[in-house]
């Protein structure tokens, strides 16, 4: 696991994509308030994660950390997994 320290984001996601090694690809989404029109509306972003040990699979709900440039795009981890998908 990564070690926990009080400065670094967190983010909670979907894994939708386990096909890299070492590597999940994590959809994370929220709820932001339109500033005319006074109504959510659900915005996604696409985060890609350092899984060390392959434990991640398409489904599951994750939390991610901020960490140091790993790849090109690659500046998260997975904390750990908060609930396995649907198999």
């Known amino acids: 696991m990564v070690e926990e320290k009080h400065y670094r984001k967190t983010k909670t996601g979907t894994v939708v994509s386990d096909k890299m090694t070492k590597t999940v690809t994590v959809l994370v989404e ?4 339109h ?6 509306h659900k ?3 696409k985060f890609k ?7 991640c699979k ?3 709900l994750v939390e ?3 960490s140091r440039p ?3 795009t690659k500046r998260w981890a ?3 997994v908060l609930q396995k998908g649907v198999e």
């Open 30 to 33: 929220r709820l932001v308030l």
């Open 35 to 40: 500033p005319t029109f006074k109504k959510y």
């Open 43 to 45: 915005r996604r972003n």
């Open 49 to 55: 994660a350092h899984d060390e040990k392959n434990q």
């Open 58 to 60: 398409v489904g599951d």
């Open 64 to 66: 991610i950390i901020e």
């Open 70 to 72: 790993l790849s090109k």
């Open 78 to 80: 997975v904390k750990k």
